[in-house]
Each structure stands twice: as C-alpha cells, then as structure tokens.
C-alpha cells in the first residue's frame, strides 16, 4: 500500500519535474520580446505619426490599441483603419472620433517663408527641408498631412492643400463606355 | 540544351513554330469586324491644324524642356531632353512655341497634362535628318539610344517605349511582328502593310540586328487578306539578308488575338507566367506601326512625329485612315472628316472593346491613338440597363486569360482586395470579351478596372506609410541620440570645469574643504553645546532672519516707490527707503540684542556677532537700494527725455515682469514703443518689479504690506489695461507689416524685415494673450 503510494508521488514527481523544466525551457528559448499584436497595429494605422489620438506617434497608439485604448482616435485613418483594428482586436466597431478628412499635403509659400526651422522642427517625418534663414521646402512625397508644422509657422505661409488628381492617382468611374455592339449573331 | 534558362523557347518549339504548327488560346470572341468601312482608301496626310498640343508629361514626371515660348520651331526638333526611361518628344510640324501649359490629355480621366502649344505656319519645314551611316555596322546599344531619341513608343495601343522592350536582348530566340489588329473598326495597321510593306522589312532587318533573334514571325489575322499579300510580295521583290528564318503567319480571326499574351500563346504555345515578362520566355513582340517608326528613325534619321490613325464609325461621311501630326487636335480630324454630329455624339478613341469615350474633341491626338470611332446611335446603342448577374458562365468561357470574370465581379463589388489578389486581378487584360457576352449587360471590365485603381492607390498608400513609419523611426532615433550626445558633453564640460578649479587652486578641492569645513564647525557648536546655552545658534538664526528681513524690507520700500508714475524726486524716495531699511535693520538688530541680552552674561561673543551680522544687513540693504536707485535713475532720465514714452516702455516691461525670474534676462525691447533706450529701461523696469513682487509676497505678513498690496494691485490693473492696449498695437503691427509684405512696390529687403517684424509682434502678442489666460 505504502510502496504503491510512494510509487505514485514519484512519477507523478518526476512527469512534474519533467514538464516543468519543459516549460521553463520552453519560455526562454521561444520567449516573444515584444507583443506582436502592436507590430500588427502598428502596420494598420496610416503612419501619418499626426498625434490626432493623443500618443506621440501611431507606434504609441498601436501600443495603447493593445492595451485597451479606444480604436476609433485615428481620423487620418478613418472608417477603414477603425474597421480593421475592430477586426484585428476583435472588437465592436466604434464611431470615429473626430472628422474624416481627404489626404492633405502641405505646402510653404515660400515667398513668405522667413526661415526660422520651427515648422522642420515640428515635422514628425523629416519631410521639411531647409536651414535657418533659408527658405523651407516641403518633399511633398514624404509629407503626410499631419498638420503638425502649421501651427509653429510664425507667419502661416503652410498651406494644407488636398492632393491634386492626376492621370496617375485618377479613378476610373463607372461612366462606361459601350463593350455591347452588333453581334454577328 | 540543359544549359539554357527553363522559360526560354527551346530549339524544338522554334522548329514546331517554323514548321507551321499553331496553337489557340482560351475563349476570346467574334465581334462584328466593321473593318471594311476604312479598309478601302489610302492612307492620306492630315494636313497641318493651326495648334498642335504635345503632351510632354508622363506618368506625373517633366522632363527637362528644350524650348521656350516664342522660340521658332522646325518638324522633327526635340522639345524635350531625355529624362530616365522617358522618350523625347519632337514638335510634329514648323511653327511657333505658343504656350507651354497644362492641356487636356488624351486619357480617360479627361485631365490636363503639360504640354507643348506650337502654333504651326503651314509651311511645315522639317529640320536636316541626320540619316546615319548603315545600321549594320553601330552597336545595338547605339540603334536603342537612336530609338529613345526618335520617340518611338509602342503604337499598338499601350504606348510601352521601345526602347525598353529592345534593351533586354539576351537570349531572344523570337521576334514577334504583330499586326493581328484584331480590334473592330481599326484598320491602320492594315493599310500600313498594304502601302509600306517594305519599310516594313526594313524596319524587321534594323530589330533583327539588335535583337539577334531566330526566327522571326510576323501575325496577321486572316481578315487582312490584301496585306499578307502585299507583304509576300515585298519579300520577293527585296532581297533580305536576315540570318534569322522570317515566317508570315495567318492567324484565325478571334478577339483578342492582338494581345501581347495571347498572340504569344497562338503563335508559341506557351504561356506567359503571371508577373514575367515575355523577354524571359526570349520573345520580343513589336506592332508594325512600331517597325515602321522604328524603320524611319534608324534608317531615315527621322523621329516619330506622325502615326496613323483611322477615322471611322457612321457619323463620319469621310472614312478611312490618315496619317496624323502628333498633337492635332481631334476636333481638327472630326471636321475634316465631316462629322455629322448627332446629339450627345460618341467618341471613341481605340477600338469599341478596348477604347474610352472622351467628352469633347478639344484633345491632340497621341501616340498611342490608333482610331477614332464616331458612331452613331444606330452603330453603337446606348449601353442596356446592367441587370443582375444570373451566373451562366459565359465570361468564363469568353476570357482569353482563363479568369473567373464572376468571382472578379462580385469581389470588384465588395471590394475585397485579398480575394482579387486570390482570383489574379492583375491578370486581366482588359480586353472586354466577358462584357461583351454578358446575357445582363453586366460592364464586367469597368467593375475590374475600378478596382484595379483602387488596389493600386491602396499599394501606394501603404508604400508611403511604410516610408513615412520609416521615417519617424529614424527621426526618433537621431533625436534620442542628440539628447544622449547633448548630455554627455554637458558631463564632460562639468567635469572640465571641475578640473580647471582644481587645478587653479593648487590642487585643492575648495567644495570638499568648504564641506570639511562645515563639517568641523558643526562638530564644534555640537561641542559647545556641552558648555554653552542653547541660545547661541538660535540667536544666530535669529540674526540671519533679521538681515534676511531687513533686505526685503529695503527692497519693499523701494520697489514700492517704482511705479510708472515715477518722478525726478526718486533718489530721495530711495534715499529714504534705504534709511527706513537702516533702521528696520537697525531695529532687527537691537531685538536681537535684546533677546539675546539674557545670555550676554555668559557669552559676550554674542551680541557682538549680532553686531556684525546687523552691520551687513544695513549695508546689504544700503547697497540694494544704491542699486534700485541706479535702475530708476534710468527710467528719471527717460522721463524727463519723454514721459510718456518711458511709460509705456515701463508698462510693457511690468507686463514682462509677471513672468518673474524666468523673464528677467530676455530681450524685451519692443523696437515700435520705446525708441530711445527701450531695452534698457524696459530691463531695469522688469528687475524692479520682479523685486517687488518677491518681496510684496515675503513680506505679506508685515504691517506695512497693505500698503504694499495697493500698490500692486494699482499696478497689476495698470499692466491689464497695458497690455491690452499693446496686443492691439501689435495686432496692428501684424496687420500692417503683413500689408507691407504684400507691397509689390517694397524691395525683397524690406518686405523680408517687415515679415520678420509681424512674426516677432505675432508672437509677443500670443504670448501675451496667453499671459492674459
């Protein structure tokens, strides 16, 4: 009776040892440095790094998404990012905060600029070019209007402009032309 | 045999290709031809419309422009240089460059573009082709440049430039001629073959030299009857030297047997994988027009400045095929080829599969235009109402790429881009086969192409997210190491400055001695405290609070006596403030004595330290107040000088002054309201009521503080209603600096200081309106 006793702390003893240390191995060698749900929200939001939500970035805002932040601060995103975030956490989509926008690209009139580098300061991508007491330029590639250098410019000469259509960012329409004609039939 | 690339021809499918073997593709259809209507007359000139508009921007890219307005220009010159991949653009008749301006572009979007206005003088004068020596002998590197710089771009429809798809040479095994035409209506390349056959060849023999291929074969749909002949006939009548095997091929008629893919699959068998280009299966296919162009350029010396256009469709009266100056405006052709306009009259420019309609006929013709189709209501109806998709599978069966069109549809409409990544999107070729067999009326391809610009604009956004994330990270990274970089230094001067006092001091570490020191004082009074009362360092305590008391008290007094209505009678005013802080001082002191009168017996050192310590704190407070008196002695002279101006300036700098410490070293001179010795004054003022607030709010439990208060209090409205008064000045300041700015008259100078002024008067009245919150 005694012996059986003893022989089922032991195994069960040594199956705990064994699968303890497992496990402990396991959580060094496939230990997860940081939470990859962040990396993922972090792709999905619009990377204008605008602080409309209230983080210094959308890196901080991914990171507050994934620890319970509201998915709906991002307007520069709008519906379609807060759709994706819903989906992504697993969440009720929710009514965004704040308004929805069309894509902005800023714009110094440079005549007016007088060079004083707060608005390159203040450019959260680098897309501000220029030194001090030289005209400023926007890289109007790279700008992701934010809006954050209007604001600094002591003499409002940034322009938030909407992105001028082209042949290249044009969208077809449904206004068809005809693919029906006289068949041969 | 093994050695060679897994995707190209091998030498059996070249023999099978040679031998006559065909093949077919998947689907396509049978639309009605109507080929006959422009097929029958000979390709005429266009004449010369009195503007040509020459669209200059490609792809949202400019190149580097050779011209200007005014500048008299010659047929065949370039107005561009040559800009990356780019082709040169060339005027296409004599004149003058009338504008250079965004014009409409021959697009579907209808969007203007920038383009080169010749306003043409009819004579039509060329400039001297440089016809080059024999092609035989320059490198294929050379012929391709010569291609770049005659502007030769695909002239089936797609506009690709040529000099691209010539350029990846290595290993080409086929050459592929095509002048299927299988589109409805077009018949350019069909009266191109029946009229410049051998120009034809000679153009094949100028491709065979830099492409080195086996064989080459050219495809023409068996519709095209007179052309194959005269092609046949040309051959016999020239004596090519081709090492490479030439092949005539007749093709069955089926839409879209034009397609680059689709006649790669006719003639070779072999499909071409998705993603890869045919180079890599070592084919290369031109259109004929192409040849031809490419004919002109290299062995002519003459770049491409006309293409052949065929101008149809039963609203025209005239129909048939010209050859039309790059840039003549559609409207030009429209009359010329009498138009009989109908209301709301189409026009198609390309084929009626494959075309977009434009809404006006203000636009130049292009490169790429190969027709353009005006039909009448009869000819093309307006489109049926599009009815729901009822899956009979029709579109599958048509599709010459093997799509699902349904699956497309339905993804199109949801908008679901993974799936129609799933299904190959990017696969269509746009042909319209599925629309066309659609029982529903169903505009299949409009639905893909709506979608396809979609996921392309959302490719791009996610590029530009990408390199914007990329770039917040590197700009977070650079300023995260400016900060690390900024404060190591700030150690490493600290610790300099440690070493240079040590130094100069012999060594000798004077804050460690002053801490031993303090150290061994503290030993001492804790010694004494055995033998001496408790009484001494509270009595010095009291005596440092004394002195501390009696300076404020001076200060008091003589801030108190600063304020902006500050007459000549002020040194006396301090004279009499540094007497009352004497005696406060004085008083302070002999309290002390008093209070320590009871341990006089026994320590005697006491009250003499009480002495001493009542004796600095007079001439502390004697000297503070040499030094108010000095500071106001300023502001004395200013008023005299003109009261009224070193009011304000002292105003402005109480209003400064509520910002306290921070404030007190900035330069606060305000250029506009005090122009002699602002700075100074508005400085001197600021100390003066920084003082006087610190020591109104020290000394608010004195008896004299009402008095202090008022007086403050007087002030602080005084500054209210001040500063007021100068956000307005600077508002106005702003507003006329800004209108001096918008001067045209100004020099750049002045308007560059003017703006500089309104920033600066910009921000002080922020500033202040924030200070006012």
Known sequence: MIISIAIAILTLGILGALFGSLLGYSSIRFKVKEDPIVEELDAILPQTQCGQCGYPGCKPYAQAIANGEEINKCPPGGQAVMLQLAERMGIEPQALDGEEKPKLVAFIREDQCIGCTKCIQACPVDAIIGSTRQMHTVISDECTGCELCVAPCPTDCIDMNPIALTTQNWQWDLNRIPTKINTEL | ??????????????????????????????????????????????????????????????????????????????????????????????????????????????????????????????????????????????????????????????????????????????????????????????????????????????????????????????????????????????????????????????????????????????????????????????????????????????????????????????????????????????????????????????????????????????????????????????????????????????????????????????????????????????????????????????????????????????????????????????????????????????????????????????????????????????????????????????????????????????ASESSATGTADKPKNDAVAAAVARAKAKKAAQAQQDSQSDVAEETQLDPKKAAVAAAIARAKAKKAAQAQQDSQSDIAEETQVDPKKAAVAAAVARAKAKKAAAQQNSETAEPEEAPSDPKKAAVAAAVAKAKAKKAASANADQPDNSAVTAAREKRKEQARLHKQEKQQLANEAVKNSLDTALDKNSTAAEDRKAKIAAAVAKAKARQTAQKDQ
Not at chain 2, 61 to 77: C, F, R, Y
Not at chain 2, 170 to 187: F, H, M, Q, S
Not at chain 2, 342 to 364: R, V, Y
Not at chain 2, 410 to 429: P, V
């Open chain 2, 1 to 558: 045999m093994t050695t060679q690339p897994i995707n190209l021809l091998s030498e059996e499918q070249l023999a099978q290709i040679s031998s006559g073997k065909q093949w077919t593709f998947h689907g396509g259809v049978h639309p009605q031809e109507n080929k006959i209507q422009s097929s029958g007359s000979a390709i005429c000139d266009a004449g010369i419309p009195e503007f040509l508009v020459i669209g200059i921007e490609h792809k949202g890219h400019s190149p580097e422009m050779l011209v200007k307005v005014g500048d008299p220009v010659l047929k065949g010159q370039a107005l561009t240089k040559v800009y990356g991949a780019m082709v040169v653009q060339h005027a296409s008749s004599s004149g003058i460059v009338h504008a250079i301006e965004k014009r409409t572009d021959l697009h579907p979007s209808g969007l203007p573009v920038l383009s080169v206005v010749i306003k043409t003088d009819g004579l039509d004068r060329s400039i001297a082709y440089n016809k080059p020596d024999n092609f035989r002998d320059a490198p294929s590197v050379t012929l391709i440049e010569t291609i770049q710089h005659a502007g030769i771009v695909g002239l089936g429809g797609a506009g690709f430039p040529s000099h691209l798809k010539l350029s990846h040479s290595d290993g080409i095994k086929l050459l592929i001629i095509n002048a299927a035409e299988c589109e409805p209506y077009i018949t350019a390349d069909d009266r191109l073959m029946q009229e410049h056959a051998q120009e034809i060849f000679q153009g094949i023999e100028v491709l065979e030299h830099i492409l080195q291929p086996k064989l080459i074969v050219i495809a023409v749909e068996d519709n095209k009857p007179q052309a194959v002949e005269a092609l046949q006939l040309a051959l016999q009548k020239m004596h090519l030297t081709l090492r490479a095997e030439l092949i005539i091929r007749t093709i069955p008629t089926l839409y879209p047997s034009g397609s680059e893919k689709q006649l790669i699959e006719i003639i070779t068998g072999r499909q071409t994988p998705l993603g890869k280009h045919p180079t890599e299966l070592g084919i290369v296919m031109q259109n004929v027009g192409t040849v031809f162009a490419v004919k002109e350029a290299v062995v002519d010396g003459k770049p491409l400045t006309s293409r052949i256009v065929t101008l149809t469709g039963d609203a025209l009266r005239k129909k048939g095929n010209a050859s039309v100056r790059i840039g003549t405006p559609i409207q030009y052709l429209l009359d010329k080829y009498q138009l009989n306009s109908e209301t709301a009259q189409k026009l198609i420019i390309g084929g009626p599969m494959m075309g977009f309609s434009i809404s006006h006929g203000d636009i130049p013709v292009t490169k790429t235009c190969n027709c353009i189709l005006a039909p009448t209501v009869q000819e093309i109806p307006a489109p049926s109402a599009e009815m729901s998709c009822i899956r009979c599978g029709e579109c599958a069966h048509a599709c010459p790429a093997s799509l699902l069109p349904q699956q497309l549809l339905w993804y199109s409409q949801s908008k679901d881009h993974d799936k129609l990544d799933d299904y190959n999107l990017s696969a269509c070729i746009e042909c319209g086969a599925c629309a066309f067999v659609c029982p529903s009326n169903i505009p299949l391809v409009e639905y893909y192409r709506v979608a396809k610009a979609e996921i392309n604009t959302a490719e791009q956004e996610a590029k530009k997210a990408e390199t914007a994330r990329i770039r917040h990270k590197n700009r977070e990274a650079r300023l995260e190491q400016a900060k690390i970089d900024r404060q190591a230094k700030h150690k490493q001067a600290a610790e300099k400055r440690k070493q240079q006092l040590k130094e100069k001091n012999g060594g000798e570490d004077l804050i460690a001695a002053a801490l031993a020191r303090a150290k061994a004082k503290k030993a001492d009074s804790a010694a004494g405290e055995n033998s001496e009362q408790a009484d001494t360092p509270k009595s010095a305590a009291a005596a440092a609070v004394a002195r501390a008391k009696a300076k404020k008290a001076a200060l008091a007094e003589a």
